[in-house]
C-alpha cells in the first residue's frame, strides 16, 4: 500500500511568442498499450515568454483528484502520455508566470533530503503576494530527473517590482 507513482515532465516554450497554457492531462497505459487511467495536470507555471519553461508533477495517490480519476498506484502501468493546450498571447494578471531567480546552494537537509538556496527578483511590473519556488534537477545530459517545491511563501505587504527575497526548497 506503501507504493506511490511520481510523474514529472518538463514544458518549454520553443516559439518566439509568449504562450498561456490550458488544461493538461497524463494518459496512463498499460504493457499492451490500453489507458488505464487519466490525471488532470497542473503545470507550475501557466504563462511562458519565449525560451522559458516549467515543470508539472502529479503524484499516485494523492489528497487531490477527481473524482472520475483513478487514485490508487496504477498497477500494470507501461507507459503515460502528457496532452497539454496552449495559445498565443500576454500573461495577465491572474496567470503564473516566472521571477527571476537563481540557485545558490544545493546540499542535503535534515532526514537526508536535499536542500536548495537561492535568491529571486521581482521582474514583473507589478506586485506580487505569493510565491513557490521549483528546483528542478537535470543529469549531465541534461534530462529532468526530479523536481521540488517549497512551501508557498506570502508576503503580506507584498513584493514590489525589483524587490529581493531569498527561498529554501
Do not use: C
Not at 530527473?145 to 527575497?165: H, Q, R
Amino acid at each position: 500500500e506503501a507504493r506511490r507513482l511520481t510523474f514529472v515532465a518538463e514544458v518549454r516554450n520553443n516559439t518566439t511568442s509568449s504562450v498561456r497554457l490550458g488544461s493538461a492531462r497524463i494518459a496512463i497505459y498499460n504493457a499492451a498499450g490500453t489507458r488505464i487511467g487519466t490525471r488532470s495536470v497542473y503545470p507550475t507555471a501557466d504563462a511562458l515568454a519565449p525560451g522559458e519553461r516549467t515543470v508539472l508533477t502529479e503524484t499516485m495517490p494523492s489528497l487531490i483528484y477527481f473524482s472520475d480519476e483513478p487514485n490508487g498506484f496504477p498497477d500494470g502501468w507501461a507507459s503515460w502520455t502528457l496532452t497539454l493546450s496552449a495559445t498565443t498571447g500576454q500573461p495577465t494578471a491572474y496567470h503564473d508566470v516566472i521571477i527571476r531567480s537563481k540557485l545558490l546552494a544545493l546540499g542535503v537537509g535534515s532526514g537526508g533530503h536535499l536542500t536548495g538556496n537561492g535568491a529571486a527578483v521581482n521582474s514583473l511590473d507589478r506586485q506580487i503576494t505569493t510565491v513557490h519556488w521549483w528546483v528542478a534537477l537535470y543529469d549531465a545530459a541534461g534530462r529532468l530527473i526530479n523536481v521540488g517545491k517549497d512551501s508557498d511563501y506570502l508576503y503580506p505587504e507584498g513584493l514590489a517590482p525589483g524587490d529581493e527575497t531569498s527561498f529554501e526548497v
